[in-house]
């Protein structure tokens, strides 16, 4: 099978039973060559059905390249590099297991790569289906809560300022062998909300002058259900952005303190940008717009309170 395979579709998952075989099936749905790519699925230890529910699935459909692994070490790193080492395509793209690929996701991925054998890594346009209703607070700077990714509308190449999101990212396997894996210290582990594995392995890219692009047509769409707008769960998140960062720079006094004198700016220029809210009666997005990024500093303080 090895030798056959151009891609390596992989999927993290953790409880995700009721959503997990629509992102495998968005995937095989995709017209192309089934002898050219495979899908692997990488489950971290849930305690739903998903396992059993993933065994049926291959069962049911012995025609196609399908796997699936335990991960017994509970993080989204250790996932994600397990699904490094399980797949045995040269890209590896990744897809969330809430997330649904669309039309020509993984042809347009394989296009690019061919195209341009200079980039290392590529991601695409998420776009949010909410399952649930949207409160008022809500507003464009929570968009990284529900993985709402958008670029604009023609492909642009990302020098760091922005990253591809873990719901739609690809990697040729040899960033891995070149750059190293995903830092295990960062991510989400279990029911903690850490954050920033993706970034720091696009700026470890980055730094060796290596190319990403963003490919607006390379699209998916990831399902947002009513827990992501629960308070204390946005609470944990933006603590979990701060916390992450102050892992991700451990060891770099001089880095931590610029990253900390940035979080206060950004913080006073919400209070600055946010009196717009205020003007246009919408009170609560104003309190909840300062309320995150005074959570992002506090996670960056005490990161061990993220978890």
Known sequence: MGSSI??????????????????????????????????V??????????LELLEKYKEEHPQYYFRFYTEEQQGVAYTRNRCVTE????????????????????????????????????????????????PDWYSKY?????????????????????????????????????IGYFNT??????????ANEEKDIYLRILEANHEVYYLPHVWVLHKVESNKFDKAYVRRH???????????LKGNLAGQVLKFVEYVMKWGYAVLYGVGFIFKGQWSKFVMLER???????GFLYPERAN
């Open 238 to 248: 933006s603590m979990g952005i701060g916390g992450g960062e102050k892992l991700r």
């Open 41 to 50: 699925v990488i489950d971290n230890n849930s305690t739903d059905n998903t």
């Open 87 to 134: 797949s045995v395509g040269q890209i590896v793209a990744y897809l969330d297991d809430d997330s649904v690929a669309q039309p020509g996701w993984l042809k347009s991925i394989a296009d690019f790569f061919d195209a341009h054998p200079e980039v290392y890594s590529l991601g695409g346009k998420i776009v949010p289906v909410f399952l649930t209703d949207i």
């Open 185 to 194: 210290d960062l991510g989400r582990k279990g029911g903690g909300l850490l």
């Open 6 to 39: 151009k891609i390596s579709a992989v999927i993290c998952s953790y409880n995700r039973a009721r959503f997990v075989i629509d992102a495998v099936e968005s995937i095989f749905n995709q017209d192309f060559d089934k002898n050219s790519f495979e899908v």
């Open 142 to 178: 929570f968009f990284g809560l529900v993985g709402n990714f958008d670029q604009g509308p023609v492909v642009k190449r990302l020098t760091g300022v922005r990253y591809p999101c873990g719901a739609n990212m690809a990697f040729r396997r040899k960033v891995f062998e070149e």
């Open 292 to 298: 995150f990024r005074w959570w992002v500093i506090m």
